[in-house]
């Protein structure tokens, strides 16, 4: 996991989550360190690409390149 170093010792959440949809990196999960807004390090959700993720019209399933896409 790069930069465990970086997330506070105290006061932070780290939470488990699936790969990226559409232009993800292909990991099968997604290490994302929750911290206090004062904390230095890091992006607020509002300055993060791709976040949040927009709502889809369908189901999102796995196309055959393992990409999540919509899928009606």
Known sequence: MANLDKVPEAGALVTIG???PQGGSG???RYVAIAPADWPQGVSINDAPGAPLPE???PLKRDKDGVFRPTP
């Open 56 to 58: 889809q019209n369908a």
């Open 27 to 29: 990991g099968y999960a």
């Open 18 to 20: 699936f790969a990226k």
